[in-house]
C-alpha cells in the first residue's frame, strides 16, 4: 500500500508540491500483506486508490478505481516491462530481491492471499521466499504505474473502460448484486469473480 | 472508510490541530463498498486501520490493525451501544435511514461481500435496502469506537491482544503460512478463516 501511493504522490509533490507534500505518507503502511499480513486486499491496489482518489476526486474515482482492480484480477502479473525493469536495474531503489525475471500469475480475485497462493503455486517459490517478496514488489510498480495511466486518460479526457468483470461474475450478478429484491437474490453486494469461493449453488 | 477514517480524524484535529488538519479526508471515499462497491475488504476497517497507523506509527500500528481486524470477524455487529444511538438520536448526523434497533450478525471475514451477505440473510433485509445502508452506517461508527478505544489502550501502555485467530485459520495455519517451505505448504498466506471459501481438503 505504502509501495503505490507513495510512488505516486512523491512524484506529485516533487512536480506539483503543495498539497502532495503535506500528507504523511506512512499513514499507508497498514495495508501490506493484505492489512497487516492478513492476507486480506492486497495492499498495491489499495494504496493506488487512494492515489487515484487524492487526484481524480469524489467525482471520478470511482470508475479508475473498478477499472484498476479489475484490471488487477485479469493481468498476468508482474508484467514483462517490470521484470525488464529489474533485469536491467532500471527502478529506484537500490537493492533489488533478485533481478531475474520472475514467472507471472493471474489473481483473479482483488485479494493478497489468492494472488499470492496463485503466483507461488504457479512459480513453486514458497510465500517466505524473497522471490515472492520481489514479486510483490515488481506487480506494486505495476500497479502505481496503471494508476497513473488512468489519471493521465482521465486528465486527456480520454478515459474509457476498457475491461468488464468475469464472465462469473456477470452471470450471477444477472440476479445477485445490490438492490431492493430480497426475493430475487438480492441479498449481496460485489463484482469479484463468484466461484472463487462459491461452487454454482444452481447445479 | 471515510465514515470511519474521518470519524478519528476530524475528532484529533479539533482537538490537537496540525498535523491533523492537513489531511485531505475525501481521499478516503474509495473504501465504501468494499473498493467503490467491488464488495472487497469492509471499508469501515480500511479507514479505521489508516487512523490508526496516522497515530500509532509504523512501530506499533501492526498488533492493533490485526486486533481490529480479528474484533470485526469475531462481534455481532452493529453492536447494541450502536443501535441504542440509533434509537436516541445520539448519532452525530443530521438523518438516520431508519432509528429502528437492527439485527445483527457476525461476518467471520474482514470482507464487505461476506459481511453484508451474512447480515442480508441474518435480517431478511436486501442489500440496496435502507436499513442494510443504516446498518453499514452504525457498524462504522462501532469500527471507530473500536480503534480509538485501541489507541487509547496503546497510548496508557495499556494494550494486550485480547483476540486469537479462529480455530479453523490456526489449525489450517500450522502449515499454510507465510514461510520458506514450498513442500511443507508454505505457498499461501493470511489469517482470515480458511473455511469461509475452502472445502478441507484433507478429508
Known amino acids: 500500500m505504502y509501495g503505490?501511493?507513495?510512488a505516486v504522490v512523491t512524484a506529485l509533490k516533487d512536480a506539483v508540491g503543495s498539497p502532495y507534500d503535506l500528507i504523511p505518507l506512512d499513514m499507508m503502511r497498514y495495508g501490506?500483506?493484505?492489512?497487516?499480513?492478513?492476507?486480506?486486499l492486497c495492499g498495491a491496489i489499495n494504496g493506488a486508490s487512494a492515489a487515484i482518489t487524492l487526484v481524480a476526486g469524489e467525482e471520478h474515482y470511482k470508475k479508475l478505481v473498478t477499472e484498476l482492480l479489475t484490471w488487477y484480477t485479469q493481468t498476468?502479473?508482474?508484467?514483462e516491462i517490470s521484470n525488464q525493469y529489474a533485469?536491467?536495474?532500471?527502478f529506484l531503489v537500490d537493492e533489488l530481491k533478485t533481478d531475474e525475471p520472475l514467472p507471472q500469475s493471474v489473481s483473479g480475485s482483488t485479494l493478497c492471499h489468492v494472488s499470492v497462493t496463485k503466483w507461488c503455486l504457479a512459480s513453486g517459490y514458497a510465500s517466505g521466499s524473497k522471490e515472492?517478496?520481489?514479486?510483490?514488489?515488481?506487480?506494486t510498480g505495476d500497479v502505481a504505474a496503471k494508476a497513473v495511466e488512468l489519471l493521465n486518460l482521465l486528465a486527456d479526457n480520454a478515459f474509457e473502460s476498457a475491461l468488464s468483470l468475469s464472465e462469473e461474475a456477470e452471470t450471477?450478478?444477472?440476479c445477485h448484486?445490490?438492490?431492493?429484491?430480497?426475493?430475487?437474490?438480492q441479498f449481496t453486494r460485489g463484482k469479484e469473480n463468484c466461484l472463487n469461493c462459491h461452487e454454482n449453488p444452481h447445479k
Open 32 to 40: 501490506e500483506g493484505g492489512m497487516a499480513g492478513y492476507g486480506s
Open 132 to 139: 515472492r517478496s520481489e514479486r510483490c514488489g515488481r506487480l
Open 4 to 6: 503505490a501511493f507513495s
Open 172 to 174: 450471477c450478478r444477472a
Open 87 to 90: 533485469v536491467n536495474h532500471e
Open 76 to 79: 498476468p502479473l508482474p508484467t
Open 177 to 185: 448484486k445490490k438492490g431492493d429484491d430480497f426475493d430475487a437474490g
